[in-house]
């Protein structure tokens, strides 16, 4: 399936290459420079590249390319899903998935692929599995090592490989015994100039940190789970008893895992927690521009607003921007043209505003585009949906652990892009 | 502390491209000390390449296992990044045998590289590897095995057939798991193994471990895809194992199923068309399933509904591969509902690349279903913060989904993109509007007018696109729309885009009568500047020529000749070509042939319009979610489905001859369900009909407890072997059995295929309504027999709620035995039991129970549908106990799925006498849904009746033994109180169960 890896930074140097089956030379990463040549940003190289021979998928995380190399049919998500789930092992193993933290620990890295991929198939991917055989790098570790010679690759199958949770390894204990659950959701929604929602959606996951010892056996359930539209499970997850109760069980893994995503779709109504008000304007004939922004809460249940953060792409024609904001701090790209304010937090008493003049390029004619505005903001304690969880039980083990949940609504990729309105073309 | 840091430093030394120097390193290895650190600045000037791998051979032949480690880190790090380092082929493979694990690990990595060049030194690694591959431990065996394999020398191939084949019959599935890859490797090495290997495959593909389904299957896949025959016997396995099985395999299992599908089972589309959305929708509604598919001549197999039913809930998966694949598996059999297409739209939101494929799946789908989709219809809204691809993707589904209804809608969504400042984008726009225009002939005028104004956009690419849309609208209705044409005519002057000028001169030479005035002008015009024109301008330019020659050719006789004589020197030969083609075909002369007389009809031929379709309209010969599709062209491996065949092939190959039990290196704390399906399968095979066949199943017995032995025990090895000895022999008997019972009774069979369902927790289809899987309720254990009572044996008991393997009247019920004596007791059995009317399955006499062991039996009990205490005697080789089981009334039901309707149908029926109610008080935290349906749950073994009011809570039940039915509910009132009902033809246990809910209930 999986033929070799190769990690291309944004420069476009292969930094590490892996083969499974017999050696491809490097040379046909050239069809994937190409195609990066041509992509106007990084992320427009197309995913799936046909060269003579081979075929290239890829996948851009942490400005990396991971690029890897297919010589026949295969579901192109497959490689997909898998080269994302590498990248998650890296994250997950060094922190960071950078080209730095890569190269640093390039023995590592070649023991995870070796052990995840065989002749090309997935072997071991879930995370509890790989650091059984292969342990994470920290200081410690190295330390002790250097001292008594042992090695960080395990020398047993890890059980978790052969049980029916593979997921979960055993024997697991801890002095504390914790369960934490935080229901994160992002907004999405596209807004037009009068400030009426042409779309919005809801995505939310619920990330689990679960630190419980033994065969806990988990049921987490909702006041209100008929909000979910659409969900996708962890595994562990128990589907019969979410089809039958809407409840969910599960034998939870050890540590963090991303135990629910879902969705909330536009038909059951989002109310947008905050507003903007806008007026930008330029005038025929005239070398300048006039921009004024000013931000609002709006249906946030008294909870605040924070971690503001807005952005436009000008028109190409602004040259300078000239502006005063109310609070926080804004940068101006003059190459790109981009606009970003840093808000900071919402006060409904004094609301920020960003005010002052552009100046355009001399002669030029009045752009025709409005530009479009995208903020990016958290509200803690608030799931935007109204989602709330009942409860949280466990059987199988005897101690009481703790529980915590903890709500948070941030704006997704777009929350808002103000856009106009105009006649037919 | 301190040596901490020379081993940093080393690292450093060793991912350093240019560092690495030999002495420093060598010191530090040797010495470990701090001060080497001092110098390692130093390494980088005067290390080369050269010297870098002479210093490594020196380590690798050293004997200290650190410095032998350090050198292969360097070793890979090398190989990571690309550099050659196969001269240390020799040196490296020496440490092959090394005791230190991670050392030969790294040198594993490096064979694998390498060895295809340097095959007579691998062959020396050879042996070493023969000998893990007869390791004690799993892991050892395992990897031995895949480097083995991974080595790409021919020579070696006998072996590792035969190390494949060994492998293959190894106790530990994750070793079997590595001879499935390693079959695919040596196919690749030598295809003419294939016969061989086809064998390895037919055997593997037997195999009941989830771990090893999806690697086998994607061995088939590659060796022998065209071998159906090998799927038939282990068709129903693997679709039960599906779930289960590691989401990787699950892709691969899918897919190869889907194929499978294909081929044996008839097209579940023939009926649709007549029974439209209500079947589909009804589909996984097994009880309306089951009248309609009575009513209509279509029956879809068995077995393809159990791959549906077997693929829906991984339509849920969190890996986006399984899931596309899984609406895969249903789109090419059916029922493309609702759940596809939201899943679909959900996945629109994850990773970019992943939304790309997933995009490209719903562009393929949305032309044939639009209705699909249309609801769907925002969530292709275009960000601006999408890339390219995936705008033109979300453009392309917005223009598949346009229908006269939204594409107001949608064409004010247009506008925006059109304005957008990714010129390249606008352009695409302006293409997708011209697409609607076509499809939709009332926004046609609309459209149009709006292309004209874009005419006069400042970018010239939209100018250029608007044009090109234009001439091709414009040819679909050209009769009123002269104006436009003189409005394209004056663009010209300042259009230079050339595929825009092309098109403006062939719009006025296609209508050049519709403006007779301007044509003219317009080629006096290109003619001056035709010299400087690209070549697809010049080719329009000499048509308009040509064309004006025959229509007008008072005015234009000597341009055109003029511009002919250009043509002829131009230095492009298609120019030149067309040039001497078109003066043969309209000047007149004596050499001209007969054509000459028909030139005008020939240029001036009314032409049809071009029909502007989607780029997506043929992708549907490939299938959805694969490389093929996603390139729109075949890629090498590519497998197509074949169509459906007219006439069922015969469904009895699918028959198994060996009912083996479910894997059973699974834990039956974890997942009961799939115990539960064992107990089916058993349940069938001894059918419980007959009282006589209660011995039959003794073997069965044996696997059960050597299974609940080896989860029990912590090694692995051990269990596996157990497993895999224990169910080849112990269940042939039974199955000839029922084999006998399937020619005999069809009835049987329809039951089985059913039951096959159980394995993914699926429901069984006995009675009126299907008996579905127990709702979980934390097991509660009862004290048969207290350690100090039973001199040292402590029994307790528990009813898992799962039906009894044993008869279908029979309660199971599980005992746990604990031998707390310090000598081990023996020949535990069952003795005398009573009263009469209780009829108890007794367990299989365990022979031996070691102190401080435990062992977990099963029995089935028959109470009669009634709480009246089981006594029995339990016997070790010493002593005899007397014990009983007392049931809870709430343990001799089994829960049953039926809708709201059919309750209150049901509940109807079962009024006066068997109705049973009271007024209750209930705690106040029990007023929500859930804590109703846990606390009615955890008293009595009922389903779940969806309720459409949140007040109401319905719960129903058969008894275990007659199968009257048990319907209870609550209704909630104001105050905190509630009212009970309990409906039941058997009214003791009605009103004992009435009483106990109410206890429950009340309590807080």
């Given at each position: 399936?999986?033929?070799?890896?190769?990690?291309?930074?944004?420069?476009?140097?292969?930094?590490?290459?892996?083969?499974?089956?017999?050696?491809?030379?490097?040379?046909?990463?050239?069809?994937?420079?190409?195609?990066?040549?041509?992509?106007?940003?990084?992320?427009?190289?197309?995913?799936?590249?046909?060269?003579?021979?081979?075929?290239?998928?890829?996948?851009?995380?942490?400005?990396?390319?991971?690029?890897?190399?297919?010589?026949?049919?295969?579901?192109?998500?497959?490689?997909?899903?898998?080269?994302?789930?590498?990248?998650?092992?890296?994250?997950?193993?060094?922190?960071?998935?950078?080209?730095?933290?890569?190269?640093?620990?390039?023995?590592?890295?070649?023991?995870?692929?070796?052990?995840?991929?065989?002749?090309?198939?997935?072997?071991?991917?879930?995370?509890?599995?790989?650091?059984?055989?292969?342990?994470?790098?920290?200081?410690?570790?190295?330390?002790?090592?250097?001292?008594?010679?042992?090695?960080?690759?395990?020398?047993?199958?890890?059980?978790?490989?052969?049980?029916?949770?593979?997921?979960?390894?055993?024997?697991?204990?801890?002095?504390?015994?914790?369960?934490?659950?935080?229901?994160?959701?992002?907004?999405?929604?596209?807004?037009?100039?009068?400030?009426?929602?042409?779309?919005?959606?809801?995505?939310?996951?619920?990330?689990?940190?679960?630190?419980?010892?033994?065969?806990?056996?988990?049921?987490?359930?909702?006041?209100?789970?008929?909000?979910?539209?659409?969900?996708?499970?962890?595994?562990?997850?128990?589907?019969?008893?979410?089809?039958?109760?809407?409840?969910?069980?599960?034998?939870?893994?050890?540590?963090?895992?991303?135990?629910?995503?879902?969705?909330?779709?536009?038909?059951?109504?989002?109310?947008?927690?905050?507003?903007?008000?806008?007026?930008?304007?330029?005038?025929?004939?005239?070398?300048?521009?006039?921009?004024?922004?000013?931000?609002?809460?709006?249906?946030?249940?008294?909870?605040?607003?924070?971690?503001?953060?807005?952005?436009?792409?000008?028109?190409?024609?602004?040259?300078?921007?000239?502006?005063?904001?109310?609070?926080?701090?804004?940068?101006?790209?003059?190459?790109?043209?981009?606009?970003?304010?840093?808000?900071?937090?919402?006060?409904?008493?004094?609301?920020?505003?960003?005010?002052?003049?552009?100046?355009?390029?001399?002669?030029?004619?009045?752009?025709?585009?409005?530009?479009?505005?995208?903020?990016?903001?958290?509200?803690?304690?608030?799931?935007?949906?109204?989602?709330?969880?009942?409860?949280?039980?466990?059987?199988?083990?005897?101690?009481?652990?703790?529980?915590?949940?903890?709500?948070?609504?941030?704006?997704?990729?777009?929350?808002?892009?103000?856009?106009?309105?105009?006649?037919?073309? | 502390?301190?040596?901490?840091?020379?081993?940093?430093?080393?690292?450093?030394?060793?991912?350093?491209?240019?560092?690495?120097?030999?002495?420093?390193?060598?010191?530090?290895?040797?010495?470990?000390?701090?001060?080497?650190?001092?110098?390692?600045?130093?390494?980088?000037?005067?290390?080369?390449?050269?010297?870098?791998?002479?210093?490594?051979?020196?380590?690798?032949?050293?004997?200290?296992?650190?410095?032998?480690?350090?050198?292969?880190?360097?070793?890979?790090?090398?190989?990571?990044?690309?550099?050659?380092?196969?001269?240390?082929?020799?040196?490296?493979?020496?440490?092959?045998?090394?005791?230190?694990?991670?050392?030969?690990?790294?040198?594993?990595?490096?064979?694998?590289?390498?060895?295809?060049?340097?095959?007579?030194?691998?062959?020396?690694?050879?042996?070493?590897?023969?000998?893990?591959?007869?390791?004690?431990?799993?892991?050892?065996?395992?990897?031995?095995?895949?480097?083995?394999?991974?080595?790409?020398?021919?020579?070696?191939?006998?072996?590792?057939?035969?190390?494949?084949?060994?492998?293959?019959?190894?106790?530990?599935?994750?070793?079997?798991?590595?001879?499935?890859?390693?079959?695919?490797?040596?196919?690749?090495?030598?295809?003419?193994?294939?016969?061989?290997?086809?064998?390895?495959?037919?055997?593997?593909?037997?195999?009941?471990?989830?771990?090893?389904?999806?690697?086998?299957?994607?061995?088939?896949?590659?060796?022998?895809?065209?071998?159906?025959?090998?799927?038939?016997?282990?068709?129903?396995?693997?679709?039960?194992?599906?779930?289960?099985?590691?989401?990787?395999?699950?892709?691969?299992?899918?897919?190869?199923?889907?194929?499978?599908?294909?081929?044996?089972?008839?097209?579940?589309?023939?009926?649709?068309?007549?029974?439209?959305?209500?079947?589909?929708?009804a589909?996984y509604d097994s009880d309306v399933e089951k009248e309609?598919?009575?009513?209509?001549?279509?029956?879809?197999?068995?077995?393809?509904?159990?791959?549906?039913?077997?693929?829906?809930?991984?339509?849920?998966?969190?890996?986006?591969?399984?899931?596309?694949?899984?609406?895969?598996?249903?789109?090419?059999?059916?029922?493309?509902?609702?759940?596809?297409?939201?899943?679909?739209?959900?996945?629109?939101?994850?990773?970019?690349?992943?939304?790309?494929?997933?995009?490209?799946?719903?562009?393929?789908?949305?032309?044939?279903?639009?209705?699909?989709?249309?609801?769907?219809?925002?969530?292709?809204?275009?960000?601006?913060?999408?890339?390219?691809?995936?705008?033109?993707?979300?453009?392309?589904?917005?223009?598949?989904?346009?229908?006269?209804?939204?594409?107001?809608?949608?064409?004010?969504?247009?506008?925006?993109?059109?304005?957008?400042?990714?010129?390249?984008?606008?352009?695409?726009?302006?293409?997708?509007?011209?697409?609607?225009?076509?499809?939709?002939?009332?926004?046609?005028?609309?459209?149009?007018?709006?292309?004209?104004?874009?005419?006069?956009?400042?970018?010239?690419?939209?100018?250029?696109?608007?044009?090109?849309?234009?001439?091709?609208?414009?040819?679909?209705?050209?009769?009123?729309?002269?104006?436009?044409?003189?409005?394209?005519?004056?663009?010209?002057?300042?259009?230079?885009?050339?595929?825009?000028?092309?098109?403006?001169?062939?719009?006025?030479?296609?209508?050049?009568?519709?403006?007779?005035?301007?044509?003219?002008?317009?080629?006096?015009?290109?003619?001056?500047?035709?010299?400087?024109?690209?070549?697809?301008?010049?080719?329009?330019?000499?048509?308009?020529?040509?064309?004006?020659?025959?229509?007008?050719?008072?005015?234009?006789?000597?341009?055109?000749?003029?511009?002919?004589?250009?043509?002829?020197?131009?230095?492009?030969?298609?120019?030149?070509?067309?040039?001497?083609?078109?003066?043969?075909?309209?000047?007149?002369?004596?050499?001209?042939?007969?054509?000459?007389?028909?030139?005008?009809?020939?240029?001036?031929?009314?032409?049809?319009?071009?029909?502007?379709?989607?780029?997506?309209?043929?992708?549907?010969?490939?299938?959805?979610?694969?490389?093929?599709?996603?390139?729109?062209?075949?890629?090498?491996?590519?497998?197509?489905?074949?169509?459906?065949?007219?006439?069922?092939?015969?469904?009895?190959?699918?028959?198994?001859?060996?009912?083996?039990?479910?894997?059973?290196?699974?834990?039956?704390?974890?997942?009961?369900?799939?115990?539960?399906?064992?107990?089916?399968?058993?349940?069938?095979?001894?059918?419980?009909?007959?009282?006589?066949?209660?011995?039959?199943?003794?073997?069965?017995?044996?696997?059960?407890?050597?299974?609940?032995?080896?989860?029990?025990?912590?090694?692995?090895?051990?269990?596996?072997?157990?497993?895999?000895?224990?169910?080849?022999?112990?269940?042939?008997?039974?199955?000839?059995?029922?084999?006998?019972?399937?020619?005999?009774?069809?009835?049987?069979?329809?039951?089985?295929?059913?039951?096959?369902?159980?394995?993914?927790?699926?429901?069984?289809?006995?009675?009126a309504f299907q008996?579905s899987?127990?709702?979980?309720?934390?097991?509660?254990?009862?004290?048969?027999?207290?350690?100090?009572?039973?001199?040292?044996?402590?029994?307790?008991?528990?009813?898992?709620?799962?039906?009894?393997?044993?008869?279908?009247?029979?309660?199971?019920?599980?005992?746990?035995?604990?031998?707390?004596?310090?000598?081990?007791?023996?020949?535990?059995?069952?003795?005398?039991?009573?009263?009469?009317?209780?009829?108890?399955?007794?367990?299989?006499?365990?022979?031996?129970?070691?102190?401080?062991?435990?062992?977990?039996?099963?029995?089935?009990?028959?109470?009669?549908?009634?709480?009246?205490?089981?006594?029995?005697?339990?016997?070790?080789?010493?002593?005899?106990?007397?014990?009983?089981?007392?049931?809870?009334?709430?343990?001799?039901?089994?829960?049953v799925t039926m809708t709201e309707q059919d309750f209150l149908k049901e509940q109807?029926?079962?009024?006066?006498?068997?109705?049973?109610?009271?007024?209750?008080?209930?705690?106040?935290?029990?007023?929500?849904?859930?804590?109703?349906?846990?606390?009615?749950?955890?008293?009595?073994?009922?389903g779940v009746v969806p309720s459409s009011?949140?007040?109401?809570?319905r719960?129903a039940?058969?008894?275990?033994?007659?199968?009257?039915?048990?319907l209870?509910?609550?209704?909630?009132?104001?105050?905190?109180?509630?009212?009970?009902?309990?409906?039941?033809?058997?009214?003791?246990?009605?009103?004992?169960?009435?009483?106990?809910?109410?206890?429950?209930?009340?309590?807080?």
């Amino acid at each position: 399936m999986i033929h070799s890896l190769f990690l291309v930074n944004s420069s476009g140097d292969i930094f590490l290459e892996k083969h499974w089956k017999s050696v491809v030379s490097r040379s046909v990463c050239d069809y994937f420079f190409e195609a990066q040549e041509r992509a106007s940003e990084p992320e427009n190289v197309p995913p799936v590249i046909p060269t003579p021979h081979h075929y290239l998928i890829s996948v851009l995380r942490h400005r990396i390319y991971f690029v890897a190399v297919i010589q026949s049919e295969v579901p192109p998500l497959f490689v997909i899903e898998f080269l994302h789930r590498v990248v998650d092992t890296f994250q997950d193993y060094f922190g960071v998935c950078t080209e730095a933290a890569i190269k640093d620990n390039v023995v590592v890295v070649y023991e995870l692929l070796e052990e995840m991929l065989d002749n090309g198939f997935p072997l071991a991917t879930e995370s509890n599995i790989l650091k059984e055989l292969i342990k994470p790098p920290t200081i410690l570790r190295t330390v002790v090592n250097t001292i008594t010679g042992s090695t960080n690759v395990g020398e047993q199958l890890p059980t978790g490989q052969l049980s029916v949770v593979p997921w979960r390894r055993t024997g697991v204990k801890y002095t504390n015994n914790e369960a934490y659950f935080d229901v994160v959701e992002e907004i999405d929604a596209i807004i037009d100039k009068s400030g009426s929602t042409i779309t919005a959606e809801i995505q939310g996951v619920i990330d689990a940190c679960v630190k419980l010892s033994g065969m806990p056996d988990l049921t987490l359930s909702f006041m209100n789970p008929r909000l979910l539209d659409d969900v996708s499970f962890h595994p562990c997850v128990r589907f019969k008893r979410w089809e039958a109760e809407r409840i969910l069980s599960f034998i939870p893994p050890d540590g963090n895992f991303r135990l629910l995503s879902y969705h909330v779709s536009s038909q059951n109504l989002v109310a947008i927690p905050v507003y903007v008000k806008h007026n930008i304007t330029f005038r025929e004939g005239s070398s300048q521009g006039r921009f004024e922004l000013t931000l609002g809460p709006k249906q946030t249940m008294g909870k605040a607003v924070e971690s503001v953060l807005v952005s436009s792409q000008l028109p190409r024609g602004v040259l300078n921007v000239n502006l005063n904001p109310s609070q926080g701090t804004y940068t101006f790209d003059p190459v790109t043209k981009l606009l970003s304010w840093d808000v900071g937090k919402i006060n409904p008493q004094k609301l920020p505003s960003l005010k002052g003049s552009m100046s355009l390029q001399a002669g030029a004619s009045k752009p025709d585009e409005n530009p479009t505005i995208n903020i990016q903001f958290k509200i803690q304690q608030m799931a935007i949906s109204g989602l709330k969880v009942n409860r949280l039980d466990m059987y199988g083990e005897k101690y009481k652990p703790f529980k915590g949940i903890k709500y948070m609504t941030k704006a997704g990729k777009v929350p808002e892009g103000r856009r106009d309105e105009a006649a037919l073309p | 502390m301190w040596s901490g840091a020379p081993s940093m430093s080393t690292n450093n030394l060793s991912y350093n491209e240019q560092g690495g120097g030999a002495e420093p390193a060598v010191e530090l290895g040797q010495e470990s000390t701090p001060t080497a650190s001092g110098s390692t600045a130093a390494a980088g000037l005067f290390s080369t390449d050269f010297k870098k791998n002479e210093d490594l051979k020196e380590m690798l032949e050293s004997n200290k296992e650190s410095l032998k480690l350090e050198a292969m880190k360097r070793i890979v790090g090398l190989i990571a990044k690309g550099k050659n380092a196969s001269e240390l082929f020799p040196a490296v493979v020496k440490n092959v045998a090394s005791k230190n694990i991670e050392l030969k690990k790294l040198v594993y990595v490096y064979l694998v590289r390498y060895a295809e060049e340097q095959q007579d030194l691998a062959l020396l690694s050879i042996s070493t590897f023969q000998r893990a591959l007869k390791d004690p431990n799993q892991l050892i065996r395992a990897s031995a095995l895949r480097v083995l394999s991974s080595i790409r020398v021919p020579i070696i191939v006998p072996i590792m057939m035969l190390a494949i084949k060994e492998a293959a019959t190894d106790l530990s599935p994750y070793v079997r798991k590595t001879a499935a890859h390693a079959i695919q490797k040596l196919y690749s090495l030598d295809p003419e193994q294939k016969e061989h290997l086809i064998e390895v495959i037919d055997k593997l593909l037997k195999d009941k471990s989830t771990l090893v389904a999806g690697s086998v299957v994607m061995a088939f896949e590659e060796v022998c895809p065209d071998r159906i025959d090998l799927i038939h016997k282990n068709y129903r396995k693997l679709c039960n194992l599906l779930v289960d099985v590691e989401e990787w395999g699950q892709v691969v299992i899918i897919t190869m199923l889907t194929r499978y599908a294909r081929t044996q089972f008839l097209s579940p589309w023939r009926e649709v068309g007549c029974l439209g959305q209500v079947c589909s929708k009804a589909f996984y509604d097994s009880d309306v399933e089951k009248e309609k598919a009575d009513s209509k001549p279509y029956m879809m197999d068995p077995d393809h509904r159990l791959l549906l039913r077997n693929t829906k809930p991984l339509l849920q998966s969190r890996n986006t591969a399984v899931s596309v694949l899984a609406q895969q598996g249903h789109s090419a059999a059916e029922s493309r509902n609702a759940l596809c297409t939201r899943t679909r739209t959900h996945l629109t939101e994850r990773h970019q690349e992943v939304q790309y494929i997933v995009l490209q799946n719903i562009a393929t789908m949305s032309i044939q279903r639009k209705g699909m989709f249309e609801p769907f219809l925002k969530s292709f809204y275009v960000r601006s913060t999408d890339a390219t691809h995936i705008k033109t993707l979300k453009l392309e589904i917005l223009t598949n989904l346009a229908t006269e209804a939204n594409i107001s809608t949608i064409l004010r969504e247009f506008q925006t993109y059109v304005k957008s400042q990714d010129k390249q984008f606008a352009a695409t726009t302006i293409q997708a509007i011209g697409r609607c225009a076509t499809n939709i002939s009332e926004i046609t005028d609309t459209c149009l007018n709006g292309l004209v104004l874009l005419l006069s956009n400042r970018d010239e690419t939209v100018v250029a696109e608007c044009v090109v849309v234009i001439k091709k609208l414009l040819q679909t209705q050209p009769s009123q729309h002269s104006d436009i044409i003189k409005h394209m005519a004056k663009l010209l002057d300042n259009i230079t885009v050339p595929m825009a000028r092309a098109s403006i001169l062939w719009l006025i030479g296609e209508y050049c009568e519709r403006v007779p005035k301007i044509a003219p002008d317009v080629l006096r015009k290109v003619a001056k500047s035709f010299t400087s024109e690209e070549d697809i301008v010049k080719l329009q330019t000499l048509n308009l020529a040509a064309k004006l020659y025959l229509t007008n050719s008072k005015q234009t006789k000597l341009l055109t000749q003029y511009i002919l004589n250009l043509g002829k020197y131009d230095q492009n030969y298609d120019i030149r070509d067309r040039t001497r083609f078109l003066r043969q075909l309209i000047v007149p002369n004596e050499k001209s042939g007969a054509l000459s007389k028909y030139a005008k009809r020939i240029l001036l031929a009314s032409k049809p319009a071009p029909v502007l379709e989607s780029a997506f309209k043929d992708r549907d010969r490939f299938q959805l979610g694969t490389l093929s599709h996603t390139l729109n062209a075949k890629a090498s491996g590519y497998l197509e489905l074949s169509d459906w065949p007219t006439v069922a092939p015969d469904q009895s190959v699918r028959n198994v001859e060996v009912m083996e039990p479910q894997s059973l290196e699974r834990q039956p704390s974890t997942r009961g369900s799939d115990l539960f399906a064992y107990h089916l399968l058993v349940l069938l095979c001894s059918d419980s009909d007959d009282a006589k066949e209660k011995k039959r199943p003794k073997p069965k017995l044996d696997s059960v407890s050597s299974h609940s032995k080896a989860s029990s025990s912590s090694d692995n090895t051990a269990s596996s072997g157990s497993e895999s000895e224990e169910d080849t022999d112990s269940d042939s008997e039974p199955e000839q059995k029922k084999k006998k019972k399937l020619s005999s009774k069809p009835q049987v069979r329809q039951i089985l295929s059913f039951a096959l369902n159980c394995g993914c927790k699926m429901c069984l289809c006995v009675t009126a309504f299907q008996v579905s899987s127990p709702v979980f309720v934390p097991p509660k254990s009862h004290e048969l027999l207290h350690r100090m009572s039973g001199k040292g044996l402590a029994v307790s008991y528990h009813f898992p709620r799962q039906p009894c393997a044993y008869s279908h009247r029979m309660v199971s019920v599980q005992l746990t035995l604990t031998n707390g004596r310090d000598q081990p007791l023996e020949d535990i059995c069952v003795g005398e039991a009573g009263p009469p009317g209780i009829a108890i399955h007794r367990f299989a006499t365990i022979e031996r129970l070691q102190p401080e062991a435990s062992i977990t039996v099963s029995m089935g009990i028959d109470f009669n549908d009634s709480t009246q205490a089981a006594n029995f005697q339990l016997c070790t080789k010493t002593d005899q106990f007397s014990v009983s089981i007392q049931p809870a009334v709430g343990e001799l039901l089994m829960p049953v799925t039926m809708t709201e309707q059919d309750f209150l149908k049901e509940q109807g029926q079962l009024t006066g006498m068997n109705e049973s109610s009271v007024t209750i008080t209930i705690a106040p935290d029990s007023m929500s849904s859930q804590p109703v349906g846990r606390k009615v749950v955890s008293v009595a073994n009922m389903g779940v009746v969806p309720s459409s009011q949140n007040s109401i809570h319905r719960f129903a039940a058969k008894t275990v033994s007659s199968g009257s039915l048990v319907l209870s509910s609550v209704v909630l009132q104001e105050a905190s109180t509630a009212k009970l009902v309990v409906n039941t033809e058997k009214t003791v246990l009605g009103s004992v169960l009435l009483r106990e809910l109410k206890t429950a209930l009340s309590q807080g």
